[in-house]
């Protein structure tokens, strides 16, 4: 059974970068397709970046805000990451890896069977 653990979070100032990873065990991340979503409080679980088993990639922020989050995987498939940038304070949340075996990406969190923890991510002066 697979094993997500999330690292990274913590308190950033607004207009700061975090990123988020994600270590898979035992097994690898190979032929998953992966995902980060994030809760804020008082709302539902949404999702922010996903990349297929193929290597597509679906970011579902707006498109102005496309640019800031961005997920990736190392070379081993071991880890995956979020690279969060120019961070507001709504984007306050607990943040979510995910992974399924499955071929497309979904914005639906039940779609996913493999979940971390989640790791507390606070924007604030």
């Known amino acids: 059974q697979m094993q997500l653990v999330e690292s990274g979070g913590g308190l950033v100032q607004p207009g700061g970068s975090l990123r988020l990873s994600c270590a898979a065990s035992?097994?690898?991340?190979?032929?998953?397709?992966i995902a980060w979503f994030r809760q804020a409080p008082g709302k539902e679980r949404e999702p922010i970046d996903c990349?297929?088993?193929?290597?597509?990639?679906?970011?579902y922020f707006a498109d102005a805000e496309k640019g800031r989050f961005t997920i990736s995987l190392d070379n081993a498939k071991t880890t995956m990451y979020l690279q969060m940038n120019n961070l507001k304070p709504e984007d306050t949340a607990i943040y979510y890896c995910?992974?399924?075996?499955?071929?497309?990406?979904?914005?639906?969190?039940?779609?996913?069977?493999?979940w971390g923890r989640g790791t507390q991510v606070t924007v604030s002066s």
């Open positions: 035992p097994s690898t991340l190979h032929n998953y397709t």
């Open positions: 995910a992974a399924d075996q499955g071929s497309f990406c979904s914005r639906w969190d039940t779609y996913f069977f493999f």
């Open positions: 990349i297929t088993k193929q290597g597509a990639r679906t970011n």
